[in-house]
């Protein structure tokens, strides 16, 4: 049973890393983007692909921890600092990410309405912000650091 938990794990990152991916990839290329039509273009492919992430992270949790429970790997201190690495990314992108990307599609809605209050250098401003590079930075470092975790086992 342990291979079939841990098969469902890799079946849940993979998932993951694509869905997480399609919001990295739009995050990196909306820093460029200044065509408001394509801003909100790149806005709905990210919030599309969240059903996969959220569904992908529970399907990954599952299978690692069933996979830890089966492998009796909980007794041994990479596994506890995989997940508490993996939680705690989760709230720090979480908590970068969000209010960023609120303000985006709010400068998006007002800017679609027509309305003067938002012009191209409203629309630059909040576009300029070095968050997207800050989450990948920190989303990929996590990564790699529990990858090094679940091959190498090191504690």
Known sequence: MY?????????GVVGFVLSHGTSAGMALRLRHE?????????LQISSSSLGIFYI???VLLVGGIAAGIQ????????IWAALATFVVTMILMYVIASPY??????VMTIEETGSSAVGPD??????ASPRPML???IGSAALL??????????F
């Open 34 to 42: 200044r065509n408001p039509d394509r801003i909100r273009v790149l």
């Open 56 to 58: 992908s992270t529970l």
């Open 145 to 154: 650091f529990i990858i090094y975790l679940m091959v190498l086992k090191p």
């Open 101 to 106: 990307y609120r303000r985006i599609r709010k």
């Open 135 to 137: 989450l990948t930075v």
């Open 122 to 127: 409203e629309i630059q401003a909040v576009l």
């Open 3 to 11: 291979n079939w938990w841990v098969f469902i794990h890799i079946v």
């Open 71 to 78: 492998g009796h790997w909980f007794d041994f201190g990479w």
